[in-house]
DNA sequence: TTGTAGGCGTTATCAA
DNA sequence: TTGATAACGCCTACAA
């Protein structure tokens, strides 16, 4: 069965293409009578304008494209849902476009921004290395959404919005030294990992020098390695090493919810508790944490909150059709659950 | 800035079109040098080739689609992981389509069936009361995949892979029944829901009478409305007004894993335990129930083994150019946990 | 080995 | 109010 098409329906109605056109696009100049006569043809044959025939046509779409990195990662989800609202409130089309995990974002946007005809773009999450340049090929308007960047990659030329992992990951680590932990295990990510992981150990790092604590390297628990490294499971792995190697520690800095959980079931399949035994503190603030028992100290990063102002730079960029460079940093909260106690 | 396009780059290298669409394909019979030399200039000027273009004038890409409605569902990320996968080794091109909750799935899969020349397309989630006329508007072959249909809308005619909702739920409450509660409350959906909320009602209901215990409705606890019906949340406000209500009962089952993490913190909030006062079965089988705290009895649906099996359906169809409709039911696997225990 | 030209399914312009 | 027709950017015979 051959895929109808608009002259088809043009054909069967005894019209022209342009006629058919109209009817389907709400475009004026076209009497009551004959659209609705089109209509019911086009219903009758399951009829459906070819997307790709549009765009290709259409010199502007008023479309939003939102690239994950890691789109399993249930830290996006609520923004996601935020951005769907928002984007759908402003009558544009939003378009949610996975990137794979060894695939390149800007070089995804490059596609898909020809390809629909964007209006702007969201990055969100991955760890963002690009160089300046890179970034300058894309021609619609972006954000960079809750992207780990250190000093080095900080893009002062491009909108962001996000937390400072650094500064957040001092005040809950500083919050552990004030319950009297001294002896702070951190679950981190290789050395190599240029991103949050690396920024999350520094806070951490700084504010043991800020409690007069020496940083003392059998504490560091580097996770699994790979895509998996934030999960559950590797905080599960990481715990079990640790209460293997029989460091003494009373409390323990997960770089991320995820792994917090998997430390506590860890400790818990030990016969240990939490936080009777180790303190533990996340960080991102899933809804997960208020849930779990213990639920966990952590740092919630205002997803929602990000969200709309993600929106707010890009639809600006959008409108006044200038080049914003503001990076907004947001705090985040420290939330004080069960699973961390004074000593 | 103008869009470059491939009459600009044939331009550039004083070349023809097709020359250049040759070296962009790695299509045979072009002199390694001039395409190496079209290369160069492709990437000097941040050429991207643009895939409406392509889509449009390509018969058939050796792509499939993915559609999930409820794409922020946990449940749902491991059966994903696998399919992208899968595909990637069959050297097809995964796409992943997010379905909005207000809209039909089946208008999706048409529109993007022809803009993208799909060869497949897979059913994700959601719940399925389409007409068997409206699905066999799609002209490419499909699964169904977890997806929950009540007797009324088996759809023999299509390839599909599930759990028996209805069965898994009868073989958990047994389970329940087995340890010797008698008093088994239900956290379900409202009894118009058409889907798995309905099926695992009705295993339970079976369950009851199998073990000569009379249904209640006293014990049947109505979610929250709307989308969020099965999440964490509903299950915790759920479970205070069971609490508040003051109803008996020793144990219950909640229709999803997520609305018995809610339902365990809401007992533990009110000081009862898990399973000391109540014993708490959920359904799904997340990753997540083996780290909580209690771990949870459940049902495990096999996500890995049905995502493959699917695909396995699909590529059958796809090679062999004919219509298939198995309706491939895997067996739910009971996970006992620390949630449930026998009085 | 390379270039020209036609067409994929739309939309939009211009006449009628 | 309508209908031809020229793009949109690419691929692919077919010709050279």
Redesign the interface.
């Known amino acids: ?1 051959k ?1 109808v098409t608009i002259k088809d329906i043009a054909k069967m109605c005894g019209v022209g293409v342009s006629t058919v056109s109209r009817a389907i696009n709400d475009n004026p100049g076209i009497s009551a009578e004959t659209k609705e006569h089109i209509l019911d043809v086009i219903r009758e044959n ?1 009829y ?6 549009r ?2 046509k259409r010199s502007e779409t008023e479309t939003i494209a939102v690239l994950v990195k890691g ?2 990662n ?1 830290f996006f ?1 609520p923004m ?2 935020e951005f ?1 609202k928002i984007i759908q409130e402003k009558k544009y089309t939003f378009v ?1 476009q ?1 990137v ?1 995990e060894n695939q390149d974002e800007i ?1 995804v946007a ?3 921004e ?3 005809r964007l209006k702007g773009i969201v990055f969100l999450g991955g760890y963002f290395s690009h160089s300046k340049e890179k970034l300058g ?1 894309i ?1 619609v308007p972006f954000v960079l959404s809750t992207i780990g960047m250190t000093d080095s990659m900080v893009h002062r030329e491009f909108a962001s919005v996000a937390v400072d992992d650094e500064k957040e990951s001092f005040k809950i680590v500083d919050y552990l030294c004030s319950l009297g932990h001294k002896k702070i295990a951190i679950f981190a990510a290789s050395p190599d990992d240029e991103s949050i992981g690396k920024l999350r150990m520094r806070g951490y790092k700084k504010a043991l020098i800020k409690n007069g604590i020496e940083y003392d390297e059998n504490l560091v628990f580097e996770l699994t390695s790979g895509n998996e490294r934030y999960s ?2 590797s905080g ?1 792995i990481t715990a079990k090493k640790m209460l293997k190697s029989n460091v003494e520690c009373t409390a323990i800095f997960a770089i991320t919810d995820a792994i917090a ?2 430390a ?2 860890a400790i ?1 399949d030990e016969n240990k508790k939490v936080p009777e035994d180790y303190s533990i503190a996340g960080f991102d603030g899933l ?2 944490t ?4 213990p ?1 966990f100290t952590t740092i919630r990063q205002p997803v929602e909150k990000m969200a709309r102002e993600t929106l707010r730079m890009l639809f600006q960029m959008i409108d006044s059709k200038k080049r914003l460079n503001e990076n907004v940093i947001f705090p985040g909260e420290l939330i004080i659950g069960e699973s961390t106690r004074g000593i």
């Not at 459906?48 to 025939?53: G, I, Q």
């Open positions: 069965m895929n399951n459906v304008p070819n997307n790709s025939a765009n290709l789109i399993g249930s989800s996601i849902t769907e949610l996975r794979d070089d490059m596609e898909i020809k390809e629909k090929k021609t559950i499971k599960y959980i998997g506590c079931r818990w809804e997960m208020k849930y779990y028992i639920s």
